[in-house]
């Protein structure tokens, strides 16, 4: 039987844990190859740096950000950690081949990258730093930012914004996986969100569906399948790039709008915010149901349903355990979670998350309602003053430090994988 190999001694002092932790790490991965990926020297490992970033978050933070001078992104953060302390998380090398490995064939790499996070969310000072820095501008939405302006059009390939008037409306068109989202179409949807909060003629934000091209929908709009399945069967779904970036970049941009620098030149610093419509047609899967909870306003149609099927999958629903409770009430959040209930958008439930139901015919004319009620001037004062108080970043920073954990530990887990391939094996036959 094999013994437990204990954690390195640690003395506080970042740059002599560092070189402790590397030397361990090293040599516990020469040792561990081959070994599946909840294996007594992968634990070692994984309850080393655990330990590592219990103690030092903050003074690894500040390294990797020039004493919180810069802004840098999950990704950007990864890979600079991975380079000042080895062994801490995945090389890009290391994880570009994890990628190219189907789920159950995984080593877990990832796991590292929960447990950098978990550290860096769970501290007060870092983790503060870091939400406002996912909540800057992408370079994507930089680049394509004049052109907007300049003719109210852009195209990110699965994702379209257009300008109509003082509406942004960014329309999902993943037509071949009926919306569903993946790393690809995640990037996508926070550049248009960019958009439409950098325009200045822009008051109010639309997201919608497109008429799908699937057989059993064809010419229908539909609003999110919810997470991309296939790929995450195929092992293209990542924690960095989907479920960590997808919380803190679009969504969190759509909740709370881009934070700007405190530069000194403003007595109160002002994000850059607008309020939002989410328009629901046919149905909202998943992660499509996880974000009507951000949104200000939610036009359903009559035959719209909504679902959190996350426990079925074997993940977590996003941020809906936190922010489903408070807008359906403890119970139905409950059933919707554990329990997979679908809701009628048209039922008393419903109307807890829809806030208006209307015929199909008539979803135009209703969503170009609900963008006028919201354009006047006091609402984002409101909003801003009830998502203070409703949940507070700090809320959402600590939520996050525990999401960053169970998350990657349910990606790894037999279960998950079990219920992938079942899903695969009906979708193919």
């Not at 015919?361 to 919201?374: N, S």
Request: net charge negative; proline share 5%; aromatic share 6%.
């Amino acid at each position: 039987m094999m013994t437990a190999t204990p954690a390195p001694g640690l003395t506080g002092d970042f740059e002599a844990d560092s070189t402790t932790l590397t030397r361990f790490l090293a040599d516990l991965a020469e040792r561990s190859a081959g070994e599946p990926v909840h294996g007594p020297l992968r634990t070692a490992a994984r309850l080393a740096r655990r330990r590592f970033m219990e103690r030092h978050a903050d003074r690894l933070y500040e390294e990797l950000t020039d004493g919180r001078r810069a802004y840098h992104r999950l990704d950007d953060l990864a890979t600079a950690a991975a380079q000042l302390v080895p062994g801490l998380v995945p090389t890009k090398a290391e994880l570009e081949a994890e990628r190219r490995r189907s789920q159950r064939e995984k080593l877990g790499l990832e796991i590292d990258h929960g447990i950098l996070f978990h550290g860096l969310l769970a501290s007060e000072l870092s983790g503060r730093h870091l939400l406002d820095a996912m909540r800057r501008p992408t370079e994507r939405a930089l680049a394509a930012l004049s052109g907007f302006r300049a003719t109210g059009r852009a195209d990110f390939g699965v994702v379209t914004v257009e300008r109509r008037g003082d509406v942004g409306e960014v329309t999902v068109t993943n037509t071949a996986f009926l919306n569903a989202e993946d790393d690809l179409l995640v990037a996508a949807l926070e550049a248009a969100v960019d958009l439409v909060l950098l325009d200045d003629s822009v008051r109010v934000g639309v997201l919608r569906g497109a008429p799908m091209t699937h057989p059993r929908y064809a010419g229908r709009r539909v609003f999110s399948a919810g997470i991309n399945l296939t790929r995450l069967y195929e092992g293209r779904i990542s924690l960095i790039d989907f479920f960590l970036t997808r919380e803190l970049g679009y969504i969190h941009k759509i909740l709370r709008g881009l934070s700007v620098p405190d530069d000194g030149r403003d007595w109160w610093p002002e994000p850059v915010e607008k309020p939002w419509v989410a328009a629901v047609d046919t149905f909202a899967i998943g992660g499509g149901a996880q974000i009507l909870l951000v949104f200000d306003r939610v036009v359903a149609t009559e035959e719209a349903y909504l679902t959190l099927p996350a426990l079925r999958e074997g993940i977590i629903p996003g941020v809906a355990n936190l922010r489903l409770p408070r807008v359906g009430g403890n119970r139905l959040a409950r059933q919707m979670i554990i329990a997979d209930r679908r809701i009628e958008a048209a039922s008393p439930e419903g109307l807890l998350l829809c806030d208006d139901v209307v015929p199909g015919e008539r979803m135009d004319e209703a969503i170009a309602a609900a963008a006028a009620t919201l354009a006047a001037p006091a609402v984002i004062n409101n909003r801003r003053v009830m998502h203070a108080h409703e949940e507070s970043e700090d809320e959402l920073r600590r939520y996050m430090a525990a999401y960053a954990i169970e998350q990657c530990r349910r990606l790894h887990s037999p279960d998950l994988v079990e219920n992938l391939e079942r899903t695969w094996i009906s979708r193919n036959r």
